[in-house]
């Protein structure tokens, strides 16, 4: 095998083979193959790509180049992916309520990325709770409650962080076939029996249009079951905020809301949950039907409740989370409301604008070793749609200071406009089936 000659293939348009991407993929983690080699073989794949079997290839060398996980439990062991967006916080409701449903979750996240959240980071607003945990530990907390969401160990897919860090600094990070390898090797090496991904489109999401959005899902899926796990897809829209609340402590306290049964709290994020958590299940042999009544009666009595504060005790978080959450969730010291400046209907959110409000007021890092605020971001966004007067509350800030908090408002009256409305787009806006 050899390196340059694996880059010369891909760089003429032609397909390497499974073996010599394996053998690319190793040597990734190994460092048999260099920088220089890995960022031209980068731009390779971005150019021309790799076909099907190449995909898959480079995906399950990418998965085996580090740990793979077995497990031996009664139940099947299921997790759930998102191509990322604004207000969205779903793994936090999903994980427990699979785990009320006798299902095992393992799920390694990840860190905020540009103006999207990060459910570690979400996670982490709680105080004492921390993610990164030892192999053994995940192994128990997820045999012993159901769920557990952790950080990825350095042995989880060592060649994906390389060659993500490559590709980072060479402008060849939209390549769907690299996407794919990086999603799924970490995604796969978990020791999954079924995934479900949400790939968002829209002004809140890294693919902007529908079309974008499907042909990622569509080389997802395609990959994921060729590596061996049945994988399922949903495009779902991202043209607003999931959930009305945008930052840390603001979104793990609106989880915290429906898990208590308030569905009306926010009520597309509830439904998006569920749906992905019938989803997963019908990819194990349930009903799907049947699947979303049980879910839903897992949230609406509190037993995922009791999941999720079973978990955030075994991660060192406050024992009474349930009961006494907005005594635990930190409280920005300042906080007020952004007016509507004139009479109308909320009709267009530019998300992208919005999320890069909360990291401005540091809810998200601008480089990787900023500290994050878990008390800053925005909460009681309105949903598009909704008719306002002028003078009424549209988003509420909670910031660190005045000054950021000024910032902020300013960022929400460009990204949320007021006018006429055409039309509001689906929740799911399409599936894609094994």
């Known amino acids: 095998m050899d390196a340059r000659a694996i880059i010369a293939k891909v760089r003429r348009g032609q397909d390497p083979s499974p073996d010599e991407l394996t053998w690319f993929a190793n040597g990734l983690s190994t460092r048999a193959v260099s920088d220089a080699q890995a960022g031209a073989f980068a731009m390779a794949v971005c150019l021309n790509g790799l076909g099907d079997e190449g995909r898959v290839a480079l995906t399950t060398g990418m998965r085996d180049s580090g740990d793979v996980m077995k497990w031996d439990l009664p139940g099947p062991v299921l997790d759930k992916h998102s191509t990322g967006g604004v207000g969205d916080p779903v793994s936090l409701i999903l994980a427990p309520a699979l785990a009320a449903c006798d299902v095992f979750v393992p799920m390694v996240s990840g860190r905020g990325l540009g103006h999207t959240g990060g459910t570690l980071d979400k996670l982490e607003a ?6 990164d945990v030892p192999p053994a530990t995940f192994r128990s907390i997820t045999r012993d409650i159901g769920c557990a969401i952790v950080s990825a160990t350095k042995a989880i897919a060592p060649a994906d962080k390389r060659l993500y860090a490559i590709r980072d600094v060479t402008a060849t990070v939209e390549s769907v076939d690299l996407i794919c390898a990086s999603i799924l090797s970490k995604k796969l090496a978990a020791g999954l029996e079924g995934l479900v991904l949400d790939v968002k489109a829209g002004s809140g999401a890294f693919m902007k249009t529908p079309a974008e959005a499907i042909k990622l899902a569509n080389a997802l899926v395609s990959t994921a079951n060729g590596a ?21 402590a603001v979104e793990v306290a609106t989880c915290l809301e429906i898990l208590s049964g308030n569905r009306a709290a926010a009520p597309r994020l509830h439904d998006l949950t569920v749906a992905l958590c019938a989803r997963v299940l019908a990819l194990a042999g349930h009903a799907e039907g049947e ?18 504060a079973s978990m955030v005790r075994a991660l060192g978080g406050p024992p009474d989370i349930a009961e006494d959450w907005h005594t635990h969730l930190p409280k920005a010291p300042v906080i007020g409301d952004v007016l509507a400046p004139k009479d109308g209907t909320i009709a267009k959110i530019d998300g992208e604008v919005l999320g890069l409000a909360v990291v401005q007021m540091g809810g998200g890092r601008q480089v990787e070793t900023d500290r994050i605020d878990p008390r800053v971001g925005l909460s009681d966004v309105l949903p598009l749609g909704t008719k306002v007067s002028r003078g ?7 910031a660190a200071d005045e000054d950021s908090a000024q910032e902020a408002a300013l960022a929400v009256l460009r990204g949320v406009e007021i006018g006429e409305l055409s039309e509001i787009e689906d929740l799911i806006i399409e599936r894609i089936n094994p």
Do not use: K, W, Y
Not at 126 to 131: A, H, M, R, V
Not at 291 to 308: D, K, L, N, P, Y
Not at 392 to 398: E, G, L, Q, R, V
């Open 228 to 248: 061996g796990t049945p994988t399922a897809a949903f495009i779902t829209d991202m043209s607003q905020p999931l959930a009305p609340s945008m930052g840390n």
């Open 126 to 131: 709680i105080p004492g709770l921390g993610t």
């Open 392 to 398: 009424d509350p549209i988003a509420t800030i909670h």
């Open 291 to 308: 699947a979303e009544e049980r879910v839903t009666a897992a949230i609406s009595s509190g037993h995922a409740m009791v999941c999720f």
